[in-house]
T-cell receptor, first 115, second 110 residues
Framework: DTAVSQTPKYLVTQMGNDKSIKCEQN?????MYWYKQDSKKFLKIMFS???????INETVPNRFSPKSPDKAHLNLHINSLELGDSAVYFC??????????????FGPGTRLTVT | SQQGEEDPQALSIQEGENATMNCSYK?????LQWYRQNSGRGLVHLIL?????REKHSGRLRVTLDTSKKSSSLLITASRAADTASYFC??????????FGKGTRLSVIA
């Protein structure tokens, strides 16, 4: 059983388009995250949701909008895509948050290429 | 920044040798975690060490934590070709999210 799944795995699109990435976890975790990994492998958190509520919103352009319809899903919508948005986007989930030790489970990633 | 910094950036060893990677961070932490990322895959959690722990083992992995030096090391003993991957440390300071370093790329040559 896949713990954290993302679709699509690859996404190639043109500048200016709008696209979405979907994420689902079947671990029963309360907290989900979106990370961006650039070409140098640096992994940076973008958003965190706890029980469908936005907890963390790092310095991310407002073209990026996360949506959590329920605590098992966290989708990422990106408007007006730019070349600099090209990266691998990872979804992750964890059991606890804020002060309690937690390990994160990552999805396989979505490689976004903007041309 | 709380970001962990791994050292070295890249490491190449022969199968059967031990691999040691280091991580340094800047402020106090709740715990430090190590993750592995195989090429084209997501990160996989390896081990978590709490701030009051000094050493932890999991199979061929040994992690140490020195909070006075704000550093941690990951030792992989008797490495295998399948250990080839990038290894990341991540620090948790309680009310902040995990902050990942840039990783060490390990190549194990058969």
């Amino acid at each position: 059983d896949t713990a954290v799944s993302q679709t699509p795995k690859y996404l190639v699109t043109q500048m200016g388009n709008d696209k979405s990435i979907k994420c689902e976890q079947n671990l029963g975790h309360d907290t989900m995250y979106w990370y961006k990994q650039d070409s140098k492998k640096f992994l940076k958190i973008m958003f965190s949701y706890n029980n469908k509520e936005l907890i963390i919103n790092e310095t991310v352009p407002n073209r990026f909008s996360p949506k959590s319809p329920d605590k098992a899903h966290l989708n990422l919508h990106i408007n007006s895509l730019e070349l600099g948005d090209s990266a691998v986007y990872f979804c992750a989930s964890s059991q606890v948050f804020l002060g309690a030790p937690y390990e994160q489970y990552f999805g396989p990633g979505t490689r976004l290429t903007v041309t | 920044s709380q970001q962990g910094e791994e050292d070295p950036q890249a490491l190449s060893i022969q199968e059967g040798e031990n691999a040691t990677m280091n991580c340094s961070y800047k402020t106090s932490i709740n715990n430090l975690q190590w993750y592995r990322q195989n090429s084209g895959r997501g990160l996989v959690h390896l081990i978590l060490i709490r701030s009051n722990e000094r050493e932890k083992h999991s199979g061929r992995l040994r992690v140490t934590l020195d909070t006075s030096k704000k550093s941690s090391s990951l030792l992989i003993t008797a490495s295998r070709a399948a250990d080839t991957a990038s290894y990341f440390c991540a620090v948790n300071s309680g009310n902040t999210p995990l902050v990942f370093g840039k990783g060490t790329r390990l190549s194990v040559i058969a």
